[in-house]
């Protein structure tokens, strides 16, 4: 069929996407007992790749073993498992796909079942039960500047063992993020104050990774539109820094929005974004306009119609899908033959609302198993369930 989602997308790095579909990361919690890879993330990314996506990013992976996202994650940080990425960087660049790893640090968030002091840029604690995430340290000056290192050692792992890129993670509430929003970063070295200061870890990093890599490797960032917090990272902030990206050379930015404590990603919308499913397509329409590189937008989509209107519209160049890809993997090929106009919308059938994320996840790990979707599965047990993975999950770890 005749589609802009079909269409090639050109990188500035001269890579060229096969389409205009991504699949955006989702954390996967499918690691062993010392966060390497294993056979589900084979079996998990090889459905992604053969299911048409012109990208795939992975689920966080954490470059400091300190400090986890959730105790499921892949870790790169001198514990081995080079053989088990390559094994996932093979099924998932199968069929002509981008694999990107998402690289990260939770900073913050940094759940206290794995850790009992995470860091952040100043010691504000989240606005979160402390039985979740316990208070924060301030980071010294020597930590912070082991960063861009991290980022890059992770980011050469990456390709030496044939995945195609990398994307920094600096949107959610994640460290990066931390230190773009005043409102976690209230430093007076110069890491803090200005945005110019603020922006000083996530450029540098961005310049470790490029240095580290190669020009045929991709380099992304996910950044907020906004975190939706007075007194935190705007959007009029976010555009200076799409554009000094952009001078960084990265080769494409995802847009997002929000963090743990106002978690607009999740789809807090406006009846605007309701009706146009994107939550954040008004501010990505305006970062376009100031970015000189490829936006890619996620949150909300589930029409093809809806999904070539924010294309033809110029509002971004590709389309991102998150969760309808953890039950329907081979979404991307159905929307582009015609065999399907849109995504079941799984959100509005799991009851209560709050048990969507352990619900979308427990799908995960059942693709990752060789299982097929478990739809029946009821927001009550969901919440169970998924809860029971993560403690028999962190206490693997803590064991090992």
């Given at each position: 069929m005749s589609s802009p989602l079909a269409r090639p997308l050109t990188l500035p790095n001269g890579v060229?996407?096969?389409?205009?579909?991504?699949?955006a990361p989702l954390t996967e919690g499918l690691a062993d007992g010392w966060n390497r890879a294993t056979g589900r993330h084979v079996a998990l990314?090889?459905?992604w790749a053969a299911g048409g996506s012109g990208i795939v990013v992975t689920g966080n992976v954490q470059i400091d073993r300190r400090y986890l996202e959730r105790p499921g994650n892949v870790v790169i940080d001198g514990n081995g498992g080079e053989a088990a990425l390559a094994a996932y960087a093979q099924a998932g660049t199968a069929n002509n796909t981008q694999l990107w790893m998402q690289i990260s640090h939770p900073g913050r968030q940094t759940p206290r079942r794995v850790c009992a002091e995470p860091v952040a840029p100043s010691a504000v604690p989240l606005a979160?039960?402390?039985s979740a995430f316990a208070r924060p340290r301030e980071m010294t000056p020597t930590e912070i500047e082991d960063v861009p290192r991290r980022f890059a050692r992770v980011a050469a792992a990456a390709r030496a063992t044939g995945f195609a890129g990398v994307q920094l993670h600096a949107a959610h509430g994640y460290l990066l993020s931390q230190f773009l929003t005043p409102l976690v970063n209230r430093r007076t070295d110069r890491w803090g104050g200005s945005l110019a200061n603020r922006a000083s870890l996530l450029l540098e990093s961005v310049r470790a990774v490029r240095a580290a890599t190669a020009p045929d490797f991709c380099v992304s960032v996910k950044l907020n539109s906004s975190d939706f917090q007075q007194g935190g990272f705007s959007n009029e902030e976010c555009l200076a820094v799409v554009r000094w990206l952009g001078e960084a050379s990265v080769d494409m930015i995802e847009i997002s929005g929000g963090n743990y404590e106002k978690p607009a990603m999740m789809g807090a919308a406006t009846d605007s974004t309701r009706r146009r499913e994107a939550y954040f397509l008004e501010y990505a329409a305006l970062i376009k306009k100031a970015a000189p590189v490829p936006i890619m937008l996620?949150?909300?989509f589930r029409s093809r119609a809806a999904m070539e209107a924010a294309?033809?519209?110029g509002a971004c160049d590709?389309?991102?899908l998150g969760r309808p890809m953890c039950v329907e993997p081979d979404l991307p090929n159905r929307l582009l033959d015609g065999r399907s106009d849109a995504a079941v919308d799984w959100e509005n059938r799991i009851v209560p609302a709050k048990a969507a994320?352990?619900?979308f996840c427990l799908q995960l790990l059942r693709l990752g198993d060789g299982l097929a979707p478990d739809?029946?599965?009821t927001g009550e047990a969901a919440i169970g369930r998924y809860l029971q993975n993560e403690e028999a999950t962190a206490a693997a770890l803590l064991g090992r």
């Open positions: 060229v996407i096969k389409n205009r579909l991504a699949k990314y090889r459905q979160l039960p402390e996620t949150g909300g294309l033809d519209e590709a389309i991102g994320l352990g619900w739809t029946g599965l």
